[in-house]
């Protein structure tokens, strides 16, 4: 069966600290794979994508990988602060389902000072 | 620019009753998308418009659920009647161009309670 992976547990980080989430998943093919931030009561907000043929994205503090091989993602928060604090959520973009999004249940990162 | 906004922002209802969520996309994006969290499960695409056309519908759950989005401005999410299942959050989002290489902006989502 097709699914998405995020880390269910909370990740807790020293501020300053490397923030690393990691998305997996099976039985689809992304042509895009999109990473949203979402903080409580609020809708989610777009961050960075990569395309399948990009190994990694970078913006800011913010990076990207992108591994179809092992099926999987990951998203770098460097130098993290406490407002980085939020639910973060990988979304694919299946090749057969070009405009919609497929959602992970997403990551809740609490970054402490 | 006015982001995507949503009404209302909350609503609580009774089993077999009727309710009809309201989005606004941002003006001039042609492609509009409603998604909804159920409690403790991730974000599900219900359906894609593109201007007045149903792009793909496949989300859905049941034809208890209507989506319209006459004039290809606002759209409309109408539930009749509500059952218990349908309490979640619901999303609207919108983005200027389709496909999955374009970020979606999303709205702060309707709370459907139905009781």
């Known amino acids: 069966s097709q699914k998405i992976e995020q880390n269910s547990e909370a990740l807790n980080i020293q501020e300053g600290k490397t923030a690393t989430l990691t998305c997996n998943y099976t039985?689809?093919?992304?042509?895009?794979l999109q990473w949203y931030r979402q903080d409580p009561g609020r809708g989610p907000v777009f961050l960075l994508l990569?395309?399948?043929?990009?190994k990694e994205k970078r913006k800011e503090r913010l990076k990207v990988t992108f591994d179809t091989t092992l099926k999987q993602s990951l998203f770098h928060i460097t130098a993290s602060q406490p407002a980085d604090s939020a639910t973060y959520l990988c979304?694919?973009?299946?090749?057969?389902?070009?405009?919609?999004?497929?959602f992970g249940a997403g990551t809740r990162l609490a970054v402490h000072p | 620019e006015a982001g995507v906004t949503q009404f209302p922002s909350h609503s609580v209802i009774e089993k077999g009753q009727t309710v009809t969520l309201r989005c606004d996309p941002i003006?001039?994006?042609?492609?509009l998308y409603w998604y909804r969290r159920v409690m403790g499960k991730e974000i599900k695409f219900l359906l894609h418009?593109?201007?007045?056309?149903?792009?793909?519908e496949s989300g859905m759950p049941n034809n208890r659920f209507l989506a319209e989005r006459t004039g290809g401005t606002y759209s409309t999410l109408k539930v009749q009647p509500a059952e218990l299942e349908d309490s979640g959050v619901y999303f609207c989002?919108?983005?200027?161009?389709?496909?999955?290489?374009?970020?979606?902006?999303f709205g702060p989502g309707t709370r459907l309670t139905v009781t």
């Open positions: 989002a919108s983005s200027q161009l389709p496909g999955g290489s374009y970020e979606q902006y």
């Open positions: 039985n689809y093919s992304p042509a895009y």
């Open positions: 990569i395309r399948e043929n990009e």
């Open positions: 979304a694919l973009v299946s090749s057969g389902g070009y405009n919609k999004l497929i």
């Open positions: 003006s001039g994006h042609d492609n």
């Open positions: 418009f593109v201007k007045e056309s149903k792009q793909d």
